[in-house]
């Protein structure tokens, strides 16, 4: 079944911490989009890519990485975990205009 | 600024009613607008898509406006049941510069 998938879905972890958050697509979708979004609020994107080997950053700034090696997979790295970071990220792929979006992963930083 | 402005408050209603909900933009040219739907701790999923030529779309018991020269969309959902509870956002594309606003929630008393 084609579908978008997250993991984890929660991690707590302490503060300097390396987190790598994974996100795999299984649609074939060239596009694909990292949002955080914290509760009540709306969703800022904070990375993006087209296709294999491209990635930009979104308009909220971050200070968070992202590689895209594989089509099917993106994931989000932050080097240096800090209590700013604690948020929900949401991974989504598209075709042409729809979104489809992943779970999401609840990160708490102490 | 570019703003995307949703009903302030949370929107209560019967079963049975018809919920509507607001979708205003400003400073921005939408070549379509999206409504998703989105429950507690979960990634939002696509419902409806219109596009800047297009008045109206309806999709079973959805029915979506946009009206270009007011800068507004209108979200009706008919004959509401309690399982429509959630929050619904609206978002304006194109894809990689699709903005979201901070959505509606809805909530149906039985």
């Known amino acids: 079944e084609a579908d978008i998938y997250q993991t984890p879905r929660y991690l707590v972890i302490g503060t300097g911490k390396k987190i790598t958050l994974e996100c795999s697509q299984t649609?074939?979708?060239?596009?694909m989009y990292w949002y955080q979004q914290d509760p009540g609020m709306e969703l800022h994107l904070i990375h993006y890519s087209y296709g294999v080997n491209s990635t930009e950053k979104g308009d909220l700034s971050s200070e968070s990485t992202v590689s895209r090696i594989r089509t099917e997979h993106f994931p989000l790295t932050l080097e240096s975990a800090r209590p700013s970071h604690t948020s929900q990220y949401l991974c989504?792929?598209?075709?042409?205009?729809?979104?489809?979006f992943g779970p999401g992963t609840r990160l708490t930083v102490l | 600024s570019q703003k995307i402005e949703q009903n302030s408050e949370a929107l209560n209603i019967q079963e049975g009613k018809t919920a509507t909900l607001t979708c205003n933009y400003t400073?921005?040219?939408?070549?379509?607008l999206q409504w998703y739907r989105q429950d507690p701790g979960r990634g939002p999923v696509f419902l409806l898509l219109?596009?800047?030529?297009?008045k109206e779309k309806r999709k079973e018991r959805l029915k979506v406006t946009f009206d270009t020269t007011l800068k507004q969309s209108l979200f009706h959902i008919t004959a509401s049941q309690p399982a429509d509870s959630a929050t619904y956002l609206c978002?304006?594309?194109?894809?990689?510069?699709?903005?979201f606003g901070a959505g509606t929630r809805l909530t149906v008393k039985p």
């Open positions: 400073n921005y040219s939408p070549a379509y």
């Open positions: 978002a304006l594309g194109p894809n990689n510069d699709m903005r």
């Open positions: 649609m074939g979708h060239d596009k």
């Open positions: 989504a792929s598209s075709n042409l205009n729809e979104q489809f």
């Open positions: 219109i596009r800047e030529n297009e």
